[in-house]
């Protein structure tokens, strides 16, 4: 099906995803900008009220937050829920947090693949942020993992900060998605 005939029975163009991808013998020096107040540490089940807190006040240009039928402080409980499944272990294999203080302000969730591993969800509180948090979860990450598998991560075309934070990291881009929703009532789609 073509993307007119798509958007004819009643698909809507949210945003177009980008992938990246880092093969891990790829090594990142931290920049200068690392900040000594913060400690990047593997999730406990205490951080986790810090963490949903976060995903639902740290995201605007994803899927949910870019669907004009979604409203915000619904998209904001998705992302919630989203970051907090982790703790329920109904989705990921690792956190990373970022703390000052021993408090959350920052978080990555890493899924296991066979071949590749994948930046499942990152943010950084908007008060900590341009300090270099994301750079080090990835490597600390990085550090960790097992086995030497590639790792990949998908960011909105729109989020230009996080695209040149990835491939300054050395990730590069390897293909484009463009997502849909559907808020029709279902039907058969075979026509």
Do not use: C
């Amino acid at each position: 099906m073509d993307l007119r005939h798509l958007e004819n029975l009643g698909f809507r163009v949210i945003e177009i995803n980008v992938t990246l991808k880092q093969e891990l013998g790829l090594k990142f020096k931290i920049g200068s900008n690392q900040n000594q107040q913060y400690r990047i540490r593997l999730a406990k089940a205490d951080d986790r009220k810090d963490v949903e807190e976060i995903a639902r006040k740290s995201f605007t240009l994803d899927r949910f937050h870019q669907d004009p039928r979604i409203d915000n402080s619904s998209a904001d409980e998705i992302k919630k829920q989203w970051a907090g499944n982790f703790f329920l272990g109904k989705r990921g294999d690792l956190l990373a947090v970022a703390t000052r203080n021993n408090r959350p302000v920052a978080f990555l969730l890493l899924l296991f693949g066979q071949k590749e591993n994948i930046i499942d969800l990152i943010a950084v509180d908007s008060e900590h942020r341009k300090n270099g948090l994301a750079e080090q979860m990835i490597e600390f990450v990085k550090s960790i993992m097992e086995s030497q598998k590639t790792l990949l991560v998908g960011t909105q075309a729109t989020n230009i900060p996080s695209i040149r934070l990835y491939e300054k990291m050395g990730f590069q881009k390897i293909d484009s998605q463009i997502l849909l929703h559907y808020h029709g009532p279902f039907e058969s789609f075979n026509s």
